[in-house]
């Protein structure tokens, strides 16, 4: 029986009772490793048994030892290590989507899918998620379903907008550059992902502005290893 080769990366990640990776910030890190994924076979390095996600998000570089958390960190180190398919990290474009969309995508996200991940976590783990997020908003996670609706016809025009800008190198391809991925594809893609593993009726929603539904399909091909 060959030995196991050990895995370069080891990637950390929550625990959910469907075994799949939700989390949006684990899934931007996610989408970029399985994009890279050829440069790592190429160094005959295949990934073991033990490359289990644990916490969210960080990675163990094996070669050096090194440990990473945060998604951003963990996305200059990747792009750093292993430039080649190149990652564009920021952009003039990839900039303005992110902020907007923090603003907009995230209301719709936290008021529709945060008090619904609590269905998709271990019980312990919906004691800890229910006390810190209550604690932070304020208020019951049940009551951001109670002004669902209220917020979605909110946002609705800033989704939009957002959207459009997706679409700004439409005729290029429909990653948000056109032709290639770039880390802003991923953090677009690593929500709706999660929204999609939370609550598919919820992923509808987001997807129904154009441009969203592009940039997710696009991605699909690094969404192939997600458990």
């Known amino acids: 029986m060959?030995?196991?080769?050990?895995?370069?990366?080891?990637?950390?990640?929550?625990?959910c009772i469907k075994n799949v990776c939700f989390s949006p910030v684990v899934w931007r890190i996610r989408l970029m490793l399985?994009?890279?994924?050829?440069?790592?076979?190429?160094?005959?390095l295949v990934p073991g048994e033990s490359a289990s996600k644990y916490t969210v998000p960080a990675i163990q570089h094996v070669p050096t030892k090194t440990y990473i958390m945060d998604s951003e960190p963990i996305a200059q180190f990747l792009e750093s290590t292993y430039p080649d398919p190149a990652v564009p990290l920021t952009s003039e474009l990839g900039r303005e989507i992110e902020a907007e969309a923090r603003a907009?995508?995230?209301?719709?996200?936290?008021?529709?899918?945060?008090?619904?991940?609590?269905e998709i976590l271990s019980p312990?783990?919906?004691?800890?998620?229910?006390?810190?997020?209550?604690?932070?908003?304020g208020h019951r996670l049940q009551d951001l379903l109670d002004k669902e609706e209220q917020t979605w016809n909110a946002v609705g025009d800033g989704m939009r907008a957002v959207g459009e800008l997706m679409r700004?190198?439409?005729?290029?391809?429909?990653?948000?550059?056109?032709?290639?991925?770039?880390?802003?594809?991923?953090?677009?893609?690593?929500?709706?992902?999660?929204?999609?593993?939370?609550?598919?009726?919820?992923?509808?929603?987001f997807i129904m502005y154009p441009g969203y539904e592009e940039v997710y399909e696009a991605c699909l091909p690094y969404m192939e290893k997600k458990d």
């Open 168 to 205: 700004t190198h439409k005729a290029d391809g429909s990653f948000v550059l056109g032709a290639q991925p770039s880390y802003t594809d991923f953090f677009i893609t690593g929500s709706l992902q999660c929204a999609r593993v939370v609550d598919e009726g919820v992923f509808r929603r």
């Open 34 to 44: 399985n994009y890279i994924e050829p440069t790592l076979k190429g160094f005959g």
């Open 124 to 137: 312990r783990a919906q004691v800890y998620f229910r006390r810190t997020r209550e604690a932070s908003l």
């Open 104 to 118: 907009v995508l995230g209301t719709a996200f936290r008021t529709s899918v945060m008090p619904r991940e609590m």
């Open 2 to 15: 060959a030995a196991q080769t050990e895995p370069d990366i080891v990637l950390y990640d929550l625990a």
